[in-house]
């Protein structure tokens, strides 16, 4: 149909006045010229960024996953049904996932300050501390025990004056519960984490924490070493800095 025949089909059903305008902005239509068509194929296209998606089925399936995590080391049944989600490294449990679980109305329990020496009285096990810590990071003077209803743990916190940003925390639990079995898993994001050694067994380094508001796994600068001596599971972390990885492993193996 040419242009003034569509201008005539419109023209049936406006009123004088839209009819004339609509004529007027038909006559104004034209095809582009040869010289601007070249022009607009002449713009190099970038190519468009891959996008990845998860298909919708993947989402609902996982969408459980997290909660199973929490629930995985009290249930057989349940550690069964999410069974390639796991990962043992030595004598540290680890559950994988994308997600961490809804803690937005989980009971903040606030821990108990004392000094060390109470400390290792507070807990049913014995733990040792590094000897190692270089000497311009001081410790806390009171240390902290926590309960969260699967046993007692202590956490003992360095600083270093001169460099206020950054900081290393140690934590000690029984790695075993009263039946011989673990006491707990680790929930940690895909691969984050690798093998090493500290004194010649297997322990674990883990790169990031869970993001508490978007519940997916971030903050890269944080270092974390697990690893588990005579029935007791200990770890360090540590902001990222220059050499934080080997200085956490030399700390680590001079726990005693």
């Known amino acids: 149909m040419s242009n003034q025949q569509t201008c005539h089909a419109w023209e049936k059903g406006l009123s004088d006045a ?28 970038s190519p468009q960024r891959q996008s990845w998606r998860i298909p919708r089925w993947i ?12 629930l995985v080391a009290a249930s057989p049944p349940l550690l069964a049904a999410v069974a390639s989600l796991q990962e043992t490294i030595g004598n540290v449990y680890l559950t994988i996932t994308d997600r961490s679980p809804d803690t937005s109305d989980a009971t903040i329990v606030e821990p108990e ?5 109470a400390a290792r009285t507070a807990v049913p096990f014995d733990f040792g501390i590094p000897s190692q810590v270089p000497d311009d990071w001081v410790m806390d003077e009171q240390v902290k025990v926590t309960d969260l209803g699967g046993g007692p ?6 600083a270093n004056s001169d460099e206020p ?9 029984s790695a075993l519960q009263d039946d011989g079995s673990p006491s707990g898993r680790r929930l940690v994001g895909a691969d984050s984490f690798r093998e090493i050694e500290i004194n010649g067994q297997p ?20 270092i974390t070493l697990i690893w588990t001596v005579d029935d ?3 770890t360090l972390s540590t902001s990222d800095s220059e050499g934080s990885e080997a200085r956490l492993v030399a700390i680590a193996e001079s726990t005693r």
């Open 18 to 45: 839209d009819a004339e305008m609509a004529h007027r902005l038909q006559s104004l239509k034209r095809d582009p010229s040869s010289a601007l068509v070249a022009r607009v194929r002449s713009i190099p296209v």
């Open 59 to 70: 989402w609902s399936a996982a969408a459980p996953v997290a909660l199973l995590a929490v």
């Open 232 to 234: 007791v599971e200990y």
């Open 153 to 158: 743990f202590v956490e003992i916190r360095w």
């Open 203 to 222: 322990a674990v380094i883990v790169r990031g924490a869970w993001d508490h508001d978007s519940r997916e796994w971030a903050w890269p600068e944080v």
């Open 113 to 117: 300050l004392m000094s060390l020496q």
């Open 165 to 173: 940003k950054t900081w290393i925390e140690f934590s000690a639990r």
